[in-house]
């Protein structure tokens, strides 16, 4: 059965970077038919992706998040990470990783999700 | 960007009757090549992840009880719950996954009247 976890910091300060690492089990990161992806959720609010990757690391970004984002991806670890610099009591939010089951069209819908890890931003 | 609407935003039900939640899209995300709808709908109960019940617009992920039913096309979605239980108390979701950015319905809560 696929598991994904993240881990990482459950506390960051103003300013600095949120680093985040996905660790996926029961199959494999490097595959073709997946991409892997972020996605955010503040405290009581909506779901916001962040971006996804390919195992080639091949890498789609939110415009809205862009220019502080970086997903990265260790083949020989089966885990994708995510950097989120210059971060402000905005980006508190529950960070999911989760599967793109890809179709034939290069495009996919998000099919295993990870538990969740909470970020706060906070001094 | 495509924005996702849902409505309504909450909805009390009684158990065993009928549950139904819309969504529309400001564009269509249907893709004229494969003639499918590029729209999935989630579950999400307090203090998990969401969870995928439909791919497709109307396709049931493995595993999920058929009194989930997904339909439409283009830009207008409705999820069904024939037959309220217990169980299905939760926020649900849309997301379009026809075009970058990937984005979410604000998400509806469903309770027990």
């Known amino acids: 059965q696929l598991q994904l976890q993240e881990s990482g910091p459950g506390l960051v300060k103003p300013s600095e970077t949120l680093s985040l690492t996905c660790t996926v089990s029961?199959?494999?990161?490097?595959?073709?038919?997946?991409?892997w992806g972020w996605i955010r959720q503040p405290p009581g609010k909506g779901l916001e992706w962040i971006g996804s990757?390919?195992?080639?690391?091949?890498?789609y970004y939110n415009p809205s998040l862009k220019s502080r984002v970086t997903i990265s991806v260790d083949t020989s670890m089966n885990q994708f990470s995510l950097k989120l610099n210059s971060v402000t009591a905005a980006d508190t939010a529950v960070y999911y990783c989760?599967?793109?089951?890809?179709?034939?069209?290069?495009?996919?819908?998000?099919?295993?999700w990870g538990q969740g890890t909470l970020v706060t931003v906070s001094s | 960007d495509i924005v996702m609407t849902q409505s309504p935003d909450s909805l009390a039900v009684s158990l065993g009757e009928r549950a139904t939640i819309n969504c529309k899209s400001s564009?269509?995300?249907?893709?004229?090549?494969?003639?499918?709808?590029?729209l999935s709908w989630f579950q999400q109960k307090p203090g998990q992840p969401p969870k995928l019940l439909i791919y497709w617009a109307s396709t049931r992920e493995s595993g999920v009880p058929d009194r989930f039913t997904g339909s439409g096309s283009g830009t207008d979605f409705t999820l069904t719950i024939s037959s309220l239980q217990a169980e299905d108390v939760a926020v649900y979701y849309c997301q379009q996954y026809y075009s970058g950015p990937l984005t979410f319905g604000g998400g509806t809560k469903v309770e027990i009247k």
């Open positions: 990757l390919s195992y080639t690391g091949s890498t």
């Open positions: 989760a599967r793109v089951l890809i179709t034939g069209t290069g495009r996919g819908y998000f099919d295993y």
């Open positions: 564009q269509s995300v249907l893709y004229s090549s494969n003639n499918k709808n590029f």
């Open positions: 029961g199959g494999s990161i490097s595959s073709n038919t997946y991409y």
